[in-house]
């Protein structure tokens, strides 16, 4: 069984300041992981993917994850936080290969302090 | 028109109405999925059209109903709904199940 753990259902952080948010997951095959984004009354948009490629992955809006299989972590980070991310964040694990379903998080939502 | 589109964004309807949200796709996926967002609560997968065909449907009442004519649209017919159904819905898709979903931008249901 698969599942996900996002520790923190809110974050708040400095203009500047360095973003983190965590994940964990449980999978018992070489998963597939996604954060995603969504802002107020907006569907939810894809910021970054891990499958099996790089452990580092790059996304959108200046956003990475490291994938930590030790860890079975997948955390998101940003070097400096601008008042545009502000929005809720939401992990997502599904196993490798089609046909599976998708897992998210309770999600995560940032708060940006000027 | 891209990606993944909902109508209508917003829908305030009573107990007693009858009322249908559509989604349309135009990434030539082959999955389709309806998620219920309610305020304080985890994303809730409702149902997975797989090429068409209904793979998953987690416990939903029957109150909902999806149909899903061809790969490209799926609606969800909603009847005597309850006010505790007041939620956001979102659609998605992805090209088969387990690959990315992409979203819709959901509709924001209010029942009366």
């Known amino acids: 069984a698969q599942s996900v753990t996002q520790l923190g259902s809110h974050v708040s952080v400095s203009e500047g300041a360095l973003v983190l948010l965590r994940c964990n997951y449980s999978?018992?095959?070489?998963?597939?992981l996604f954060w995603y984004v969504q802002y107020p009354n907006q569907g939810l948009q894809l910021l970054l993917k891990y499958t099996s490629a790089a452990t580092l992955v790059k996304g959108i809006n200046g956003f990475e994850a490291e994938f930590k299989k030790s860890e079975t972590s997948f955390h998101l980070t940003k070097p400096s936080a601008h008042m545009r991310d502000a929005a809720e964040y939401f992990c997502a694990v599904s196993e490798t290969g089609a046909g599976n379903q998708f897992y998210f998080g309770t999600g995560t939502s940032l708060t940006v302090i000027p | 028109e891209t990606g993944v589109t909902q109508t209508p964004r917003h829908l305030v309807m009573g107990m007693t109405n009858k009322k249908s949200l559509k989604c349309e796709q135009h990434l030539g996926h082959n999955a389709m999925y309806w998620y219920k967002q309610s305020a304080k609560k985890p994303l809730e997968l409702m149902f997975v059209y797989n090429f068409k065909e209904q793979t998953e449907n987690n416990s939903v009442p029957s109150r909902f109903s999806p149909e899903c004519p061809n790969s490209s649209h799926l609606f969800l017919h909603l009847h005597t709904l309850q006010p505790e159904d007041s939620a956001l819905y979102l659609c998605?898709?992805?090209?088969?199940?387990?690959?990315?979903?992409?979203f819709g931008p959901g509709t924001r249901l209010l029942v009366l």
């Open positions: 999978s018992s095959v070489p998963p597939y």
């Open positions: 998605a898709s992805s090209q088969v199940s387990g690959e990315t979903q992409y």
